[in-house]
T-cell receptor, first 108, second 113 residues
Framework: GIQVEQSPPDLILQEGANSTLRCNFSDSVNNLQWFHQNPWGQLINLFYIPSGTKQNGRLSATTVATERYSLLYISSSQTTDSGVYFCAVVFGNEKLTFGTGTRLTIIP | ETGVTQTPRHLVMGMTNKKSLKCEQHLGHNAMYWYKQSAKKPLELMFVYSLEERVENNSVPSRFSPECPNSSHLFLHLHTLQPEDSALYLC????????????FGSGTRLTVV
C-alpha cells in the first residue's frame, strides 16, 4: 500500500542548532505538505510543496519528486519550534496520507 | 487562527451521553474532513465531504455520525462512545479533495469516561 516514512522519529537539539527532517514516499505525488503540530495539538500548514524548493523565514523545504523524498530544514532553532512535524501526501485521487511524524524538542 | 474553527476545544463525556463537535470554515473551500489522532498513532481519516456530499467513510463505527448542512459547516455527532474513542479530533478543509492546501482547526480533545 501507500507508504509515507519520516525520519528521524525523535530529535533533540540545543537552541540555535540547525536540523533536517526527511520524508520518503512510495509513489508519485500530486500534493505534499509539511505541518507542524504544536504541544496544544494545533496543526499548522508550513509548506505546500509537491516539487521544488520554498523558503519561509528560518524554514525551507525541498521536494525531489522523481526520487520520492522531501526535506524540511529548520535553521537557528528556537524553543517554539518544538512539536511534531508531519509530512502528508496525496497520491492520485487518494486521500491525504500522513507520515508518523518527527518529534522535535529544542532545549534552551 | 487558521480559518478553520472547532468547538469545543475540550470535551469530557460519559459513555451514555450524546454530544456534537462543530467545525466551521470561511475559506471558500469545497471539501471538509474529520480526522482522529490517538496517542502514538498517525492521523486517521474518518470522513470526507465534498460539496456537502459524503464521499468517504473509512469504516468508522456508527456511534460517530457526521453531518454537513452546508459547505462551511461540519458536525460530528457522538453517542454511546467507548473509552478508546478518547482522542484529538481534527477538522480540516481544502479547496477540493486533492488540495492544494489542507487547513486544520485547533481540534477537540475528547475524553470518554
Amino acid at each position: 500500500g501507500i507508504q509515507v516514512e519520516q525520519s528521524p522519529p525523535d530529535l533533540i537539539l540545543q537552541e540555535g542548532a540547525n536540523s533536517t527532517l526527511r520524508c520518503n514516499f512510495s509513489d508519485s505525488v500530486n500534493n505534499l505538505q509539511w505541518f507542524h503540530q504544536n504541544p496544544w495539538g494545533q496543526l499548522i500548514n508550513l509548506f505546500y510543496i509537491p516539487s521544488g524548493t520554498k523558503q519561509n523565514g528560518r524554514l525551507s523545504a525541498t521536494t525531489v519528486a522523481t526520487e520520492r523524498y522531501s526535506l524540511l530544514y529548520i535553521s537557528s532553532s528556537q524553543t517554539t519550534d518544538s512539536g511534531v512535524y508531519f509530512c502528508a501526501v496525496v497520491f492520485g485521487n487518494e486521500k491525504l496520507t500522513f507520515g508518523t511524524g518527527t518529534r522535535l524538542t529544542i532545549i534552551p | 487562527e487558521t480559518g478553520v474553527t472547532q468547538t469545543p476545544r475540550h470535551l469530557v463525556m460519559g459513555m451514555t451521553n450524546k454530544k456534537s463537535l462543530k467545525c466551521e470554515q470561511h475559506l471558500g473551500h469545497n471539501a471538509m474532513y474529520w480526522y482522529k489522532q490517538s496517542a502514538k498513532k498517525p492521523l486517521e481519516l474518518m470522513f470526507v465531504y465534498s460539496l456537502e456530499e459524503r464521499v468517504e467513510n473509512n469504516s468508522v463505527p456508527s456511534r460517530f455520525s457526521p453531518e454537513c448542512p452546508n459547505s462551511s459547516h461540519l458536525f460530528l455527532h457522538l453517542h454511546t462512545l467507548q473509552p478508546e474513542d478518547s482522542a484529538l479530533y481534527l477538522c480540516a478543509s481544502s479547496q477540493d479533495r486533492q488540495g492544494p492546501g489542507y487547513t486544520f482547526g485547533s481540534g477537540t480533545r475528547l475524553t470518554v469516561v
